[in-house]
């Protein structure tokens, strides 16, 4: 027979005041009071036999066998919350297939996805790039990520951010020789194009760059030239010259220190990015619970 499991409310105590070390912002959190959070894990402590916190003058510190409990704990509790999710509003295993540009689904969607899954198990993600605009219905797609102005009839839309675009390259090149710390420095590098823009994304240009640094005398055109954002990155990282990098394409190579900023200047892109599916659909649980990992995400990074 197995073991008699401790009330679900003092698990939920214990994994807030945990998470928070504050009996205080726990209660806060699970809206009762900070007594009633400091009775209910005193009774668990008590039926488990064990000191999960040590209590201490300005918070809380977890014990060994407290840290030893929460990992596995705040699991179990997200299998709960999704069980229930599922029950109400409907099953959440099955496939859910995403289409993204292929620079954004490379850059910034692949390097998160991974704590999508951690929490959705049961759901089979399939990504498809694509720099296509596709026909949800005839392709069977749930979701998308578009870059644009948001304009999408017959598709339910949610923007998740916007983004600023600034140029780019890699550390090596900031000492030189030659040097590259002020705009006027670009005279003597190489500049990135990326040739494949649509007509009017200027914000991505080195003419407009260029124009908005008051560097005439440099021709917009010279430098290497490449077809897509994915090759301009890579070139960027690799030293081959200077990029427009943007927020969503360069962001974790610029937290990894692979690319920085030279001058800290930034341009508004005219675009955004947006999670669009066909309307109506928003609602059904697998669907529902990648948007609104999406939205989260997006919050994340100040979108």
């Not at 392709?139 to 998740?160: A, K, M, S």
């Not at 990282?237 to 927020?247: E, K, Q």
């Not at 109506?280 to 619970?289: F, H, I, K, N, V």
């Amino acid at each position: 027979m197995s073991a008699r499991l401790p009330p679900l409310g003092a698990l939920r105590a214990f994994e807030a005041a945990a998470r928070h070390l504050s009996f205080v912002k726990a209660a806060a959190e699970l809206h009762v009071t900070p007594a009633a959070i400091s009775h209910q894990v005193k009774a668990l402590e008590e039926q488990l036999a064990v000191v999960l916190f040590t209590r201490l003058p300005r918070g809380l510190r977890l014990t060994e066998a407290g840290r030893a409990m929460l990992p596995e704990l705040g699991k179990g509790l997200d299998h709960f919350a999704r069980a229930v999710r599922g029950a109400v509003a409907g099953e959440l295993a099955g496939t859910l297939r995403v289409t993204a540009i292929p620079s954004f689904a490379q850059l910034w969607l692949l390097p998160r996805l991974g704590r999508f899954l951690a929490l959705y198990p049961e759901i089979e993600v399939v990504v498809h790039g694509t720099s296509a605009l596709v026909d949800f219905a005839r392709e069977e797609i749930d979701v998308g990520i578009r870059y644009g102005r948001g304009h999408y009839p017959g598709y339910w839309t949610d923007l998740l951010f916007t983004e600023e675009t600034f140029p780019v390259c890699a550390p090596a090149l900031l000492d030189g020789p030659p040097p590259l710390r002020r705009p006027e420095d670009l005279r003597q590098h190489r500049l990135l194009h990326d040739w494949n823009l649509t007509a009017g994304e200027t914000w991505l240009t080195w003419s407009a760059w260029l124009g908005k640094m008051g560097l005439r005398d440099i021709d917009p055109a010279r430098g290497l030239q490449l077809s897509d954002s994915l090759m301009l990155v890579e070139a960027a990282v690799r030293g081959l010259g200077v990029a427009i990098g943007r927020t969503s394409l360069a962001g974790e190579h610029l937290a990894a220190g692979r690319l920085v900023r030279p001058f800290a200047l930034t341009m508004q892109a005219g675009f955004a990015y947006y999670a669009v599916c066909l309307e109506g659909s928003e609602t059904r649980p697998r669907l529902r619970a990648f948007l609104d990992w999406l939205a989260e995400e997006a919050r994340a990074m100040g979108g």
